[in-house]
Every structure is written in C-alpha cells, then in structure tokens.
C-alpha cells in the first residue's frame, strides 16, 4: 500500500517536490500516494492540487493547515514551507505520529531545530531532512573519490559564489532578518555539503555585509522580465512581488572554517556581486587537487596532480572500483555508476527530489534509518551560525558552543520572535 502523503507549503518548492513524486512515479517507484496539498494561503494549495491532478490523474485534498489532514488518513508530510514555519509543523507532525520529510534549513535557528530534535526523539514516526545537493551523483562521487585517498589528505577546500547584483534572489522572504536571510538559505547548503565530503566543521570566523539594501525583481506585474527562477516554479509569485523592495537581511559573507581533520575551508557567499561572476568549489590535498562541478550540474569531477597529470569523468570511476549509487538514485539516474550526466536542471532537480521522496518510503517501510535525521540537519544550521555568530562578535566561534546555545547573539532575536529557547 502506497504511504499517504501530504506536501505542506504549496509555493515554489512544494510545486518543485510535486515533479519529484511525478518523476519517482515515472521511474516506476510508487510508495508514495499525494492524498493532500496543504497551505495557509487557499491558492497556493490549490495550484498545486491541479498540478497534481494533471500528472496523477487525481486531485488530493486542498487544507488550510496540519489539523484538516486527520479526514483524509495522510500517513507523512513532506514540509515546504518557509522556514519560520518548520519547527512548529515538524513537532506538531511528529507529535500526531506522522512521518516528516523537511526541507533545510530544518529551522530558523538551532533553538528551534532543538525542539525538532527532541520531538523526533520522542515519536516513533521517521524524520528526513530534504537535502539535495549531497544526493547528486557527482557528490556522491566526489565523496568516494577523497575517501578513496585520490588527492591524499584533504587540506583545503574553497568554496566561492559571487553573483547577483541588487536582484531578488527568487523571493522576498529572502532578504528579510525574520527569515533568517539569503546567506542562511544557501549557506545551510554548504555547510551540509562541507560536511559530508570532509567531515566535521569545528570552527568559524567570518565578516558578513549588507552590500544592496533595495532589492529589485525583474519580474514584477504581468510584463515582468525574468527574475531568478530555479527549476522555473516561481514566476506566479514572483509577479506578485513588488518591483524593488527594502532588503534587512546580510546578503554577503567571507569566512574561514577549520574541521576536526585539521582541513581548513575558505567561504566565499556573496549575493551581491556585481561584474564577473565567481563560483566554483575545490578540495586541495597533500597529493593533488580535485574541483568539484556545480551542484546539479552533472558536470565532470577533475583531479590534477603535479606536472599537469590530470582525470576527469568517467576515467575517475577507474580509480573507485568499488563505488555504487545507492539503487534508488541509480534507478532515477539510470546507472548505479556515473562520471557525468546531462539533464535540463528541472528534471535533474526533480529526479534529486524523488531520490529524498524513495529514502523516506523506504525508511518508513522499515529500510535504514534516513540519511540525514535532526542531527546532521541541525549541526549544519549551527556549523553556518557559527559564521553567523562570529560575524556578529567578531571572534572565532566554535560550532559545540552554537549547538548547545553558548553562542546565540546573533540568533536572540529570532529566538525571542519563535518564542524557542534551547
Ligand atoms: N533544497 C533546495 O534546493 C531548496 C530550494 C528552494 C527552497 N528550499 C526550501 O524550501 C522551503 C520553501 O521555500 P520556497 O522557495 O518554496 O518558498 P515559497 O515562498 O515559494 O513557498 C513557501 C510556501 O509556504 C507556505 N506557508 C507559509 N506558512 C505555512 C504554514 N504554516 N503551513 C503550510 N504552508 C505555509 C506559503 O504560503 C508558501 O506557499 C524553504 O525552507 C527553502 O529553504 C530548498
């Protein structure tokens, strides 16, 4: 029997998981049923109930909130929403018993991702945090690669992005205090990632800016131009949007991290950089060096050695004999071992989705427990406050001292507006 299954915040990203039952659906994994789209705004449920009935055939229930999915026997949720929402649904859900699948960041701060955790701690229901980008393929590979020693001892890892002028980064919310920001959005994505290829992150110094306090959207009223627009699933509200608005949220950060490999990270996340843009991730070892393609991009992993020797691609997955996709993502990527891929990014977006999607049936049916719990989830929110709260000090900060709330400066007030404490 399929589980019965509720997306619960029906904006850009609920639109975007929904491709990701169709295409879990296409690969012929069908666990999950939609039995409900639930959202605040009547609207926003709505569209995405009739984007579910055009590829299901079926329409599931539009509810206004947590409390109407008892009459239609949802089993999991799978929460969408904007961040500020994430704990009070998450332990509610968990508290009914219902399994939850969340998207990052599991909360606006590590307070409220404390009350996630204890409330996962308690329930007998699964707990999946929806991140992506260590579940493309090419990470996957990267991952198999360093532990495999290919570039000896990581001692280096960059991580640079500088891009976007004064454009609203896909929405309002964004660029506002009270939503944690731009830097939190992306940032939990690189501490998570960070994380993965070369394990824990200990330390975290960082200055931060607000370098555009007005924000402007292209895509404003009906004959908007194009505004930033992952996977295209933004344009309805991004018409909506007012055309430049008042930006409260830092939108730039340089920051250094060390982990407990002795490895030391060098961030670079500005969201307002104008003229050329930068991006690019790469680990440097005491043997080689290997630059990692963009997230989602399928592109070839490369590794050079001195005198120029270098391997890209395929060729690398000579050097890991023994590295397999797990076999739900080899069923949506259509091998069990890949150097590249080439998808248009919606349906390689959407396929990463449905690999989250298989994980959570598969450990509700009794498989593994997920990936990602609350732990990971909440040590990369407070690996990235970590950066966060040295900015606001202007000290080095410890990760321990976030996570167990001896740092929480520059997270107090959003603390106080949550009502959470840790
Ligand atoms: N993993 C990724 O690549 C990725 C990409 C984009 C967004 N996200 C994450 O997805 C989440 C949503 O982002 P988005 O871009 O879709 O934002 P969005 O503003 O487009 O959509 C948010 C939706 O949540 C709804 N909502 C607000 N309060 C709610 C509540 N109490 N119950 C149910 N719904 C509620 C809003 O009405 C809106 O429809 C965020 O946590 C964001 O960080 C992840």
Redesign the pocket.
Known sequence: MAIRLAI???????H?HLRGLAELRAAGISALELVAA????EA?AASLAGHAEAAFGTRPAVAA?LGDLHDHGVQAIDI????R??H??AVEALQRGLHVLI???LALTVAACRRIGDAAAESPAILSV????RRDPMCRLAKALLDSGVIGAPRLVVQHGVGGGDRMA??M?RHRREHGGILL?VGV?FADVLEYLLGRIDTAYAVTRLHEPVRRNPAAGAGGGAAVD?ANA?AQ?QRATPAAFAATAKDALYGTLTFASGAVGNIIQDHAGHGAGLGGRAVFGSAGSMTLPGDRSGGKITVHYDGGERLEGDALLERVPEFRLDANTAALFGAERLGRYDHPFPVT?AKLLAVEYAELADAIQGGAAPEIGAEQGMRAVASYYALLESAASGVPVRVPDVLDGRVDACQRALNDSLEVTI
């Open positions: 619960v915040g029906c904006g850009g990203m609920g975007r639930c959202d605040p705004v926003n909130g969408t929403s904007t961040p929402t994430h009070l649904l998207e990052k960041p929806a991140e992506n980008y896909i929405s919310w959005d994505h992952p933004y509200w977006d």
